[in-house]
């Protein structure tokens, strides 16, 4: 069976910290997707970036980047400098054929 | 602009009366799926579709029913409501008929049963 665990339920840091959100996934498939998804407290679910199994290079987009290790199952998530503006709930996700699995989800709460 | 709808977007109903709530994309996606979202919880996959009449249970299924007679639409039909299934509920596509592309959502679909 297939699991994403986001053990960080809920994390506070003041604004221009960096902060990282773990994300540890279990599959027994050598092919997968990863996703994170950003939920603002406007409610929308907007994608954020997806990896494939095979490619392990980490990946920066502006402030974010994203960190993902097989050898540990997990695909991390940070955002260097916070703003205000990221607060929001973040989602992993695991895809494994046709199915979806989604972690719990970690909401994050930057500071002014 | 391409964009998954949901309606209604609010919904209040009462235990047993049956209820759609209705998904459409205009992006020709192959994908569509149901979530719930319930605190503490995260998303749940509940129905999702591969392509026209081709469906499958996610991981809670139970008390829902969908159909995909057309690419656009995905509705979920809750025949019989409960309170449990109270929740919010979001729609979404992807490019292609398995679930390896990202999800396009849908704005949710905050439904109360009493």
């Known amino acids: 069976a297939q699991k994403v665990t986001q053990a960080q339920t809920e994390i506070s840091v003041v604004e221009k910290e960096d902060v990282t959100l773990d994300c540890v996934y279990e599959?027994?498939?050598?092919?997968?997707?990863l996703f994170w998804y950003k939920q603002p407290p406007s409610g929308e679910l907007v994608f954020l970036i997806r990896r494939n199994s095979f490619d392990e290079q980490n990946e920066i987009s502006g402030r974010y980047s994203w960190n993902f290790q097989k050898s540990t199952s997990s695909f991390n998530f940070t955002i260097t400098a916070s703003q205000v503006v990221d607060s929001a709930v973040y989602f992993c996700a695991l895809s494994e054929g046709d199915k979806i699995i989604f972690g719990k989800g970690t909401r994050l709460h930057i500071l002014p | 602009e391409a964009q998954v709808t949901q309606n209604p977007r609010y919904l209040i109903t009462v235990t047993g009366k049956k209820l759609t709530v209705t998904c459409s994309q205009n992006m020709n996606h192959e994908y569509m799926s149901w979530y719930r979202q319930d605190p503490g919880l995260g998303l749940r996959q509940i129905y999702y579709?591969?392509?026209?009449?081709?469906?499958d249970k996610g991981d809670v299924p139970e008390g829902y029913k969908v159909s995909r007679k057309e690419k656009r639409n995905f509705p979920l039909i809750l025949e019989s409501p409960s309170p449990n299934q109270t929740s919010l509920y979001f729609c979404?596509?992807?490019?292609?008929?398995?679930?390896?592309?990202?999800?396009?959502f849908g704005p949710g679909t905050r439904l109360t049963v009493t």
């Open positions: 579709s591969m392509n026209v009449e081709v469906t």
């Open positions: 979404a596509s992807s490019l292609r008929s398995d679930s390896s592309y990202e999800q396009y």
């Open positions: 599959t027994r498939d050598t092919t997968y997707y």
